[in-house]
């Protein structure tokens, strides 16, 4: 549902105004408790049921947008509990990153097979004669399944001549690579953490808003306000999220409208990754010392490779993330600085919160989050006139952003540095099909590969943190890669730099 205008969506972006507004205001934050009726006024509900459940709702996103846990709901408190406390220049963590709001799961019915209106009652009844355990049988003229017998199989979806039977899926497990998506004693949604790598897939696939990750710019608005230096570090999905007067320049301004000392390009640590990572595959792979290389800059498909396939993971590249690698070529020059991360990647504030990332990566927040800071500041990008070009990135750092930009940026520098190197390559996005490309690997046909693995649909500018349609942006990455002066990644000047 990215790139919709959906009342979730409206429900989700007025959570982070209200509490980015909140934040730069100040004062008693116990002015919390108020902010509910705020976004859900009136006493005729407009979503659900009731006008107190809507607002029990938004209580608990906002709590989740200040970095807070959720409250059991036979555990009664105020919303306002530990505001004050969170009200610090420092992150606020406590697990699990994605939440399931109990009572705003519709408790949607798990996998089933359903026959529709579709059904013309043939004489033929196929259905019925395949169905292994006799689930299916015509009432009033038109199959009908007893879903107590039904085994799921879908054999009878596969033969009726009408296509009168469909499968469905819960849209957040359906939208879970990893099969995390279980149920509670009541029927409710619930995440299994083992299992969960935090893509954030199914927070943006859930209809009724029942899935929230907790957001860290209530904190990283404190620390903007105490006055610490705060440079963000922005993805290269950035572009177009913003609308069509939203340019790379303007945004970056406006960024520092909201009082951050400096905004840089991440794609310029994509392009120090693509050298080394080429360097890695060269020297180890070609070399026949490892069997392939997988990428490493998607935290989500690196976690789940590791997780399901261990005997893989010695060849997930050890290679900086993008984000990692610019935070610390900002820190080595400005050392006091606090870096902030602004993407469209969920996970990425799991893999901040690594105690080898911390010390680089203070704060992480997605495109959503920073688009109401900018509605809390009342921020305009049609008044912007002159602003500072942001041009610090080649076209391959910045095309990280798509599916299949990593293999293609790593590609090019193979052939810029070792000309007679021939490259084999294998990509795959979205959760699943990562997995089965893993499996083909483990199995021994992909020695010799370079593997990147993508686990959002498109790459990164298909993450939870997006705001507009998956071609758009993926065209408007393409615009972008076209601006830049440099195109491979070893012709980025900082690269001399490092080197040095």
């Known amino acids: 549902m990215r790139g919709i205008y959906t009342p979730v969506t409206k429900i989700r972006r007025q959570v982070f105004a209200e509490v980015a507004r909140m934040a730069y205001e100040g004062g008693d934050y116990s002015r919390i408790v108020e902010i509910p009726f705020k976004i859900i006024p009136g006493e005729v509900p407009t979503y659900r049921d009731s006008v107190f459940v809507e607002r029990a709702i938004v209580g608990e996103r906002l709590r989740l947008a200040i970095g807070l846990p959720l409250y059991p709901a036979d555990n009664p408190a105020p919303i306002s509990r530990g505001v004050e406390e969170s009200a610090i220049a420092k992150k606020v963590y406590d697990p699990p990153l994605i939440n399931v709001i109990p009572f705003a799961c519709n408790k949607c019915e798990e996998t089933s097979y359903l026959v529709t209106n579709n059904c013309r009652g043939c004489l033929a009844h196929p259905c019925i004669s395949v169905c292994p355990v006799k689930a299916i049988s015509m009432v009033n003229g038109r199959s009908v399944i007893d879903k107590t017998k039904c085994v799921k199989c879908g054999r009878c979806k596969e033969t009726c001549p009408y296509e009168a039977i469909v499968r469905y899926d819960r849209p957040c497990s359906a939208a879970c690579g990893v099969d995390a998506i279980e149920s509670d004693h009541l029927g409710r949604a619930k995440i299994n953490y083992e299992k969960c790598v935090s893509c954030g897939m199914c927070l943006v696939s859930c209809p009724f808003g ?291």
């Open 210 to 500: 029942a899935i929230a990750d907790k957001s860290q710019i209530f904190q990283l608005i404190h620390a903007i306000k105490e006055g610490d230096e705060v440079i963000g570090a922005i993805a290269p999905a950035f572009v177009g999220q913003f609308g069509p007067l939203a340019t790379p320049d303007k945004v970056k301004e406006a960024i520092k409208r909201l009082g951050f000392a400096d905004v840089v390009e991440v794609a310029i640590g994509a392009d120090i990754g693509a050298v080394e990572e080429a360097k890695h595959y060269v020297h180890k792979v070609v070399s026949g010392e490892e069997p392939f290389l997988a990428t490493s800059c998607c935290p989500s498909w690196s976690v789940m490779a590791k997780n399901k396939f261990p005997e893989i993971a010695p060849y997930v590249s050890d290679a900086l993330t993008p984000m990692v690698a610019t935070a610390r070529i900002i820190k080595k020059d400005r050392p006091n600085a606090k870096i902030v991360f602004i993407g469209p990647c969920a996970a990425k504030k799991l893999e901040a919160s690594r105690r080898t990332v911390r010390s680089d990566v203070d704060f992480v927040i997605t495109f959503e989050e920073l688009m109401g800071m900018f509605v809390a500041k009342g921020i305009e990008f049609g008044e912007m006139e002159k602003v500072e070009k942001f041009d610090d990135a080649t076209a391959a750092g910045r095309g990280y952003s798509v599916a299949g930009g990593v293999a293609d940026a790593i590609a090019a520098c193979v052939k810029e540095m070792y000309p007679d190197v021939e490259m084999q390559v294998d990509r795959a996005e979205g959760l699943k099909n990562c997995a089965k490309m893993l499996m083909l690997a483990k199995a021994g046909k992909r020695d010799g590969y370079l593997m990147e693995g993508m686990a959002c649909p498109g790459g990164c500018v298909g993450g939870a943190g997006t705001l507009m349609p998956l071609n758009k942006a993926m065209a408007a990455v393409k615009s972008f890669q076209n601006e830049a002066a440099e195109k491979i990644a070893t012709k980025n000047p900082l690269l001399e730099q490092e080197n040095k």
